[in-house]
């Protein structure tokens, strides 16, 4: 406790650190939160689940005044960041009241419009976060405090430009404080344009490399499914995070998996925001064991307690295979992180490894089931999905084999039934 008291943090936020059980502070908060108390401009290089929130939470909550207009802005990119932001700065503030409001799209807007009357403190997306600025009903001329978090992730979500808006409708003269994982060149132009004398900080890397093991299993693409099923029904694990690249096969891999038994949910932009939110209640909560996503849905969330990512569909690059195993081994405890590659993953798993920090090893697929699908997709002019008993077609889309006929599953003996040596390309080490 008296770690977080020298960083220069205020009583009543100490005393949430100390009911909430906070043993050290992290490497971010140590090297951050002094530069932000002392109102410097800082970019803050800084992974999801590492304590950034606290870190400019402690500035904002300490500088902020009940009733004295909108004093402190955080940009983000996605909705469930923006509500799990709003909700750590509302417990960090349990002993200095003051009026936080989340602004996020998806959602009616009247409620918004009526709490930012009050607001002291406004949480939100770019997109949002604009659309009051132009109905009048959010002024930021009295914001002294700017904060952009997740950056690189605004980036990457085409949200620059909005934010550049929303930066020009803030006062010259406030503290800008800049977060994100990594620092591309267009966020460093960003910084450099409207950040004043910025210090860089970096904090450690939040997952340990030793305790995480990654392995790849190399598979037919009418067994994927019942691979990625017999792995969850078999591997002990705590919560577990799939990963697919696009809603439908996250909408598939998730209803098939509740059919075979296995407590799962799909989290997607195509999902309402309330649908959202209950869904993240109830993975926080570890009320349900598996959830299966697209990178967009998961961008920002710190999900503590993932003992496995499985990317069911392998990501178009290193920078995101990293973000998305970056979810395990957190906190000093062991992870693994799971790719199952068939023959239309090769070329970006191959992309992948062209990385050199990349170390994955292949494992020997073991003799799986075939897999029976409870839900396949209806006709293309027929939108949403249907209860069909079915077999393994692992994304149910054109051009992937269905599953064998007979029962007996695959086992290591039957490699180049699939797809010949020559065109199978060598990774590991």
Not at 10 to 28: A, D, H, N, R, Y
Not at 109 to 117: A, D, E, M
Not at 325 to 337: F, L, N, Q
Not at 377 to 390: A, C, I, L
């Amino acid at each position: 406790m008296e770690q977080f008291r020298q960083l220069g943090i205020i009583e009543p936020i100490l005393k949430v650190i100390q009911e909430e059980k906070f043993e050290k502070p992290t490497s971010i908060q140590v090297k951050g939160i002094p530069l932000v108390l002392s109102g410097q401009d800082v970019i803050a290089e800084s992974a999801t689940g590492s304590g950034k929130t606290l870190t400019f939470g402690a500035g904002i909550i300490q500088k902020t005044n009940r009733r004295e207009g909108v004093q402190a802005l955080v940009v983000a990119p996605t909705r469930e960041l923006a509500e799990q932001v709003g909700r750590a700065l509302m417990n960090f503030s349990r002993y200095k009241p003051l009026q936080m409001t989340i602004v996020y799209g998806g959602v009616p807007i009247g409620p918004q419009i009526r709490n930012l009357q009050s607001a002291d403190i406004v949480i939100g997306t770019p997109g949002r976060i604009l659309d009051h600025i132009e109905r009048g009903t959010l002024n930021l001329g009295r914001v002294n405090t700017l904060v952009l978090d997740e950056a690189d992730h605004m980036l990457d979500m085409g949200f620059i430009d909005d934010v550049e808006k929303i930066i020009r409708q803030c006062p010259a003269k406030r503290q800008t404080l800049l977060f994100s994982a990594t620092i591309p060149q267009d966020i460093a132009q960003l910084a450099r344009k409207y950040m004043k004398n910025p210090v860089k900080v970096a904090g450690e890397g939040f997952v340990d490399p030793r305790k995480l093991k990654q392995v790849y299993y190399d598979v037919p693409d009418n067994l994927k499914f019942s691979l990625l099923t017999h792995l969850l029904k078999n591997e002990k694990s705590g919560l577990v995070m799939v990963f697919c690249n696009s809603r439908r096969n996250t909408d598939f891999v998730a209803n098939n998996l509740r059919f075979a038994g296995l407590d799962s949910v799909a989290i997607h932009g195509g999902l309402t925001q309330s649908r959202r939110n209950s869904i993240m209640r109830k993975f926080h909560a570890k009320s349900t064991h598996v959830l299966v996503c697209t990178d967009v849905a998961a961008r920002g969330l710190d999900i503590p307690g993932v003992s496995h990512v499985y990317n069911y569909d392998i990501p178009k690059d290193t920078k995101q295979y990293v973000h998305r195993i970056g979810r395990t081994a957190r906190a000093g405890k062991e992870g693994k992180a799971v790719n199952i590659v068939a023959s239309r993953d090769y070329e970006n798993f191959t992309k992948v490894l062209e990385y050199h920090d990349i170390d994955v090893e292949q494992e020997e697929v073991p003799y799986v089931e075939k897999a029976k699908l409870g839900w396949i997709e209806k006709p293309r002019n027929d939108r949403g999905w249907h209860k069909h008993q079915g077999s393994d077609r692992s994304g149910g889309g054109r051009g992937y084999a269905q599953e064998r006929r007979n029962d007996r599953g695959y086992g290591n003996t039957s490699r180049n039934d699939y797809s010949p040596p020559e065109r199978r390309p060598k990774w590991g080490k």
